[in-house]
């Protein structure tokens, strides 16, 4: 473990790295506006009057906490009002003994995101809202669009954090790291990644707006992990340190003051399983993945093996020595067969989308961009 990531770590388990929030104030006319575009505007003033968090060791950034007061973390759902009084009045509160309402958890298409950034999601939302002609759905749409403007604000307001930040560090290594962050975020996550460094950070950006799973990661970072080693632009080292200060943001991200900071299943991924040609995907950035967390002495996040009748016996074997090894057991295995064979027979999901499940929460399965609601009747994103 390289030094700056020492100090990461260290911050990270005595609970210094939790993210605080500012507080904003928003405009009473606000009333006055369709109920969607009330929340977009908001969330968008709320995301923008936060402030970044940037260290010297800092070479990632661009994580935010949401306090409750705009609709924008979709994962606690506490900025909805009607959210609020379901959960008070049912939450492990069963009726005769029958569940009524348990958590939900969720995935962001974070391979998306990578892939076309969060223009080419706008490119995609003004294509929808040609179509439309129903007010209703053109409000959402533009809500929409008012968000991914606000992350992409939000990234460049990380950028400039984290140039301020290098003029003040005397380390030449943690000023570079700094400059290389500033630079980076005025491509990502409005743009396409270019690079591993991009793509791992897109996914720390994003990360804040859907705060739970990161999805199989060592599929969709692995094209630019294999093209950045080859060209050298990458070491296994510094990737190894970028994916370390990954999953330190995942375990900051809750308060040491909560049970849940002892939780793994807060952010829960997997690695391995079934890629759309059929073959197993266990690769060198999957063990990479697992040797870079398990080096961390925290409790999130927790990782899936997905295996496979493809499986070599001794991935099996390596990933249930690591499992015996792990004093905060963070690692679960998950079987690929019933799984998938389940999405396509009961779902109807082709082969092509069923192998992109990942696990979330307590061992739940989830497709990206979307939310397990199997744990009760209550759909809450319909609230």
Not at 251 to 258: G, H
């Amino acid at each position: 473990m390289i030094d700056r990531i020492k100090k990461l770590t260290e911050m990270t388990v005595k609970g210094e790295m939790f993210v605080p929030h500012t507080d904003t104030e928003y405009d009473r006319e606000d009333l006055f506006l369709p109920p969607v575009m009330m929340s977009a505007k908001r969330s968008k003033e709320y995301i923008l009057n936060q402030k970044p968090y940037v260290s010297e060791y800092t070479a990632l950034t661009g994580y935010l906490r949401f306090c409750g007061d705009v609709m924008g973390d979709i994962f606690n759902r506490n900025g909805h009002e009607n959210f609020n009084k379901i959960m008070s009045a049912f939450y492990n509160r069963p009726i005769e003994g029958l569940c009524t309402f348990e958590w939900q958890h969720s995935v962001a298409d974070f391979e998306k995101v990578i892939r076309i950034g969060i223009n080419g999601l706008k490119d995609e939302i003004d294509a929808s809202r040609q179509k439309q002609t129903e007010e209703e759905k053109i409000e959402f749409l533009d809500a929409l669009d008012v968000i991914a403007d606000a992350v992409i604000c939000w990234a460049d307001k990380c950028s400039h954090a984290a140039l301020e930040k290098s003029r003040e560090t005397d380390v030449s290594e943690y000023r570079e790291n700094l400059i290389k962050l500033s630079q980076a975020l005025k491509n990502v996550p409005a743009n396409p990644a270019k690079s591993f460094y991009e793509a791992i950070l897109s996914v720390f950006v994003i990360y804040a707006f859907v705060p739970d799973s990161i999805g199989c990661i060592d599929r969709y970072l692995y094209p630019f992990y294999v093209k950045d080693i080859a060209n050298g632009t990458l070491t296994k080292e510094n990737a190894k340190a970028y994916l370390q200060e990954l999953f330190l943001m995942l375990q900051s991200r809750i308060s040491i003051e909560s049970d849940r900071f002892y939780r793994g299943g807060e952010s829960h991924f997997c690695i391995g399983g079934y890629l759309e040609n059929g073959e197993d995907g266990f690769n060198e950035l999957s063990r990479l993945i697992l040797d870079s967390m398990l080096e961390l002495p925290t409790w999130i996040p927790q990782i899936s093996l997905r295996w496979t009748k493809k499986t070599p016996t001794e991935v099996l074997k390596y990933v249930m020595d690591c499992e015996r090894k792990d004093p905060n057991k963070r690692i679960a295995f998950v079987n690929d067969e019933p799984r998938i064979k389940a999405f396509m027979e009961i779902a109807g999901f082709p082969f092509e989308l069923a192998c992109k499940y990942t696990m979330v929460g307590c061992n739940e399965p989830q497709l990206p961009g979307g939310i397990f609601m199997g744990g009760c009747k209550t759909n809450i994103v319909n609230l």
